[in-house]
């Protein structure tokens, strides 16, 4: 197979990586100067981490307190189920060792056959009694397992500002890894518990031969050679690249032909048969050079020769035993060939798992202390909370809106990979109760302005002081809940609609006759009275069936396809919804600022009139905040304008203010303006 070369990617890596080519890819994975295998160092070094970090020890009282019969049950089933190879091949064998010596006497001692045999079966039995118990206990531990670290992954993540949250290192946050852990341990105690007990069947074995020493050392020696010393690409974690230009233009066409969000493109645009003739040329070009995942086609470090080698060598307890069946034919026994070869085989496969088993531990290791961190910076953040400033203060808890100011503020965005800042130099000053509209063109930066009031990020630079006191040092909690959010960010939760709505006022969520009244304000009544389900439909509920295998056409796939069908609304009518969900916050007396950022792209004309109409009725002395693009419903009644442009603040003052100074406010305005005094005079 001729690999296929990089063409234009790049090449250059760093030297603690390493790269080869297989088929289509380019595999580029950690390169490791130690002889040792990397997993079994790395799983070592994460065991002692876990140890002296008490990680481990926590998950364990953790998991004990979730069910102690049950985990200790898990563990000794390991011990059990580990034992479990050695014990049917002593059984097995003390069968055919008791036949052999009545076959070598000419009396078969039919008591000790029959004693054997009964064991036998009754091992089995029992084992197969002790697998079934182990596999109810499992599935009930794991559950509990994964829902009690849910709800504390749940606890920890909804504390966790908006930056923290949307970073990249809080999304490793894996509940089910707890089980993961617990498993891959009692996985490795199986598999040292079957290794030893298989060891010690071997010493026992070989310990009456003259050759024993020799039978032993080339079982173990090899096996631990195998395990250790070996390091097939296939056990490390890589990275593949599709370096061929020709095999990614190819999945670019069938991508563009077969995803169905491409249609209306596809369709009219009418270029459907050139993306299939585009396909097929490339096709044609690339010959064959196979596609198959780098798994299936690494190589590994071994030759063909070295495979051929390693699998005979596997065969040398064996040869020894019957070399010296040979040379000493009457000393030979063959209950003793079949236990060795059996013994040598069971064990071999028993070092392979402990080895597979160990390399994947240090993963589970890593996980658990992503886990308790992420468990003790929420513990340490709630700490720090509360010891902040409780908004409002003692002294402003008689004044009804938020008083805002920006002072010398700069923002770039955490995640912003340039060094553009989005707001620079910012300042104004928003009074208490006061409607502030804020216009400005695309980009200028309306909506990070809206973003750093609803506080969703701090300023990079420069303070914003809310009634007078920097805003980073009150109560997160506290802010959020003294702001109404009215935004075109916003989704629509997989809940019912009246959860959707009520959850704007978390603490009055049972009161229906405010959830019917929000929903009133936000227009959103009408059309879900006119539902099937009408409140308690669930608009976009968490999937609930999960095809297992293939399912064809036919009564199944009908039934899948039946159950996971769902109630849809327009665009508009979920906008509704979610001012609905802002007006039930707005009637909470803890709001004292409402923000709201084009939340009315989607609504007809009328609908967006009566939005504002009532989001001015119901402000009641609460500061107002609003970002547009559209002059007129708010524009004139605002008490302050701010026109922002390239990044700052370039004009304050009312509407007639603002056209008088005829600078940018007046420009945008008169364009819009001229826009219907034209139509009309047409
Ligand atoms: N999440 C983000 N990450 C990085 N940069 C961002 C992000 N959001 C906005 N920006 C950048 O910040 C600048 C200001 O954007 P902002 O969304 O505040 O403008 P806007 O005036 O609200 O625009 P529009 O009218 O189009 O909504 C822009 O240059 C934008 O590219």
């Known amino acids: 197979m001729k690999p296929s070369k990089s063409t234009g990617f790049h090449d250059e890596l760093p030297p603690s990586l390493a790269s080869t080519y297989v088929g289509m890819w380019r595999v580029i994975y950690e390169a490791d100067p130690c002889h040792l295998s990397a997993s079994w160092t790395q799983s070592l070094q994460k065991w002692r981490q876990a140890v002296l970090d008490q990680h481990l020890l926590r998950l364990f009282v953790d998991i004990y307190h979730l069910g102690p019969v049950l985990f200790l049950f898990c563990i000794f089933s390991r011990l059990v189920r580990g034992l479990e190879d050695a014990c049917t091949i002593y059984f097995s064998n003390q069968v055919i060792r008791s036949i052999e010596d009545g076959l070598a006497s000419g009396t078969p001692d039919t008591q000790d056959i029959v004693f054997w045999l009964v064991a036998r079966v009754f091992i089995s039995a029992a084992l197969a009694v002790w697998r079934h118990l182990t596999s109810m206990a499992d599935p009930i531990l794991s559950t509990r397992i994964k829902l009690y670290f849910e709800e504390r992954a749940m606890e920890a993540q909804v504390d966790m500002d908006y930056v923290a949250v949307t970073s990249y290192q809080s999304c490793d946050f894996t509940p089910p890894s707890a089980w993961g852990t617990l498993y891959a341990i009692l996985e490795a105690v199986d598999a040292l518990c079957a290794t ?40 490390k974690a890589y990275l593949a690249q599709i370096t061929d230009k020709l095999y990614l233009r190819m999945r670019a066409l069938y991508t ?8 209306k493109d596809l369709i009219g645009g009418a270029f459907g048969r050139h993306l299939v003739d585009e ?3 490339a096709r044609q070009a690339l010959g064959d050079i196979s596609d198959e995942v780098p798994y299936h086609l690494l190589p590994g470090h071994s030759t063909l020769a070295s495979k051929v080698l390693t699998d005979s060598i596997n065969n040398l307890p064996v ?5 010296s069946a040979l040379l000493h034919p009457r000393h030979t026994s063959l209950s003793c060939l079949t236990m060795i070869e059996q013994a040598s085989f069971s064990l071999r496969h028993s070092v392979s798992r402990l080895s597979y088993v160990m390399s994947n531990l240090y993963r589970s290791l890593e996980s658990i202390r992503t886990i308790y961190n992420k468990i003790d910076a929420h513990a340490e953040k709630l700490k720090a909370d509360a010891h902040k400033v409780r908004y409002p203060a003692v002294d402003r808890k008689d004044q009804r809106g938020m ?3 920006f002072r010398n503020v700069s923002f770039r965005y955490p995640q912003s990979e340039s060094d553009k800042f989005a707001l620079q130099n910012v300042d104004f000053h928003i009074k208490p109760s006061s409607l502030v509209v804020i216009v400005g063109a695309n980009g200028s930066g309306k909506t990070s302005i809206a973003n750093l009031l609803s506080g969703f990020y701090p300023p990079t630079a420069g303070e914003i002081l809310i009634d007078g006191v920097d805003a980073q040092a009150y109560r997160p909690l506290d802010r959020h809940e003294a702001t109404a959010l009215l935004t075109q960010d916003y989704n629509i939760l997989p809940l019912t609609i009246s959860e959707n709505i009520a959850l704007g006022d978390p603490y009055d969520i049972a009161d229906e006759y405010r959830v019917q009244e929000a929903a009133r304000l936000g227009g959103s009544a009408d059309f879900v009275s006119r539902l099937p389900k009408a409140w308690s439909t669930v608009l976009h509920p968490v999937p609930s069936v999960n095809p297992l295998g293939y399912i ?5 796939r009908k039934a899948m396809d039946d159950l996971d069908k769902f109630t849809d609304v327009s665009g508009g009518e979920k906008q509704r919804l979610a001012a609905s969900r802002a007006f039930m916050r707005l009637m909470s007396p803890k709001t004292r600022l409402v923000v709201i950022d084009e939340p009315t792209s989607a609504m007809d004309p009328l609908g967006e009139y009566q939005l504002f109409e009532k989001l001015r009725e119901l402000q009641q002395g609460r500061t107002m905040i609003c970002v547009t693009h559209r002059f007129g419903h708010l524009t004139k009644y605002a008490d302050q304008i701010l026109c922002v442009d390239h990044g700052n603040v370039v004009e304050t003052g009312t509407h007639d ?14 364009v819009q303006a001229d826009g219907f005094t034209s139509a009309i005079h047409a």
């Open 196 to 235: 030893g007990s298989q060891i010690l069947l071997v010493v026992s074995m070989t310990q009456s031969r003259e050759d024993g020493w020799m039978i032993l050392v080339v079982c173990i020696a090899k096996l631990f050679s195998d395990a250790v010393l070996a390091e097939p690409l296939q056990s």
């Open 256 to 263: 563009v032909a077969m995803d169905v969000s491409y249609r």
């Open 279 to 281: 396909y097929r040329l």
């Open 319 to 323: 040869l020894i035993v019957g070399a």
């Open 403 to 405: 008083e805002i100011h």
């Open 552 to 556: 064809e056409d036919g009564p199944l």
């Open 657 to 670: 203010e603002l056209l008088r100074s005829d600078g940018l406010y007046a420009k945008l305005y008169n």
